[in-house]
C-alpha cells in the first residue's frame, strides 16, 4: 500500500501564498498520475489540480493561482498556491495513481482568512 503524506498546510491571509508537499513512500509500481484534491465543509471533495507525464490540469476555480509540479525520482508532488482566497479554504488531499489503484494522504488543512 503507498503511503502518501502531505504537508505545509495552515492559515493563511487572503491574497497571500501557501505551498502544500505530499512524500510518497512503499512504492512498488510507477505512478500514472499524482495531484491534489480538496474538500470544504459541507461541499464534496473536488479535483484541484492533477499532473500525468508532465502534463498538468487545474479546476477553473484556481487556474492561474495555483501551480502543481512534481519530482519523479523522488517521488513528491507540490502544491504552490497563490492570491489565495476564503474560498480555498479546505481539507487538500494528495493523491497517486499506479496500476493497483488510487491511494490517497491523511489530508492537510488549508485556512484561508484574516
Known amino acids: 500500500q503507498v503511503h502518501l503524506v502531505e504537508s505545509g498546510g495552515g492559515l493563511v491571509q487572503p491574497g497571500g501564498s501557501l505551498r502544500l508537499s505530499c512524500a510518497a513512500s512503499?512504492?512498488?509500481?510507477?505512478?500514472?498520475?499524482m495531484g491534489w484534491y480538496r474538500q470544504a465543509p459541507g461541499k464534496q471533495r473536488e479535483l484541484v489540480a492533477i499532473?500525468?507525464?508532465?502534463?498538468?490540469d487545474y479546476a477553473d476555480s484556481v487556474k492561474g493561482r495555483f501551480t502543481i509540479s512534481s519530482d519523479n525520482d523522488k517521488n513528491t508532488v507540490s502544491l504552490q498556491m497563490n492570491a489565495v482566497k476564503p474560498e480555498d479554504t479546505a481539507v487538500y488531499y494528495c493523491y497517486a495513481v499506479d496500476p493497483r489503484g488510487t491511494s490517497w494522504g491523511q489530508g492537510t488543512q488549508v485556512t484561508v482568512s484574516s
Open positions: 499532473t500525468n507525464s508532465g502534463n498538468t
Open positions: 512503499r512504492i512498488t509500481f510507477k505512478f500514472y498520475a
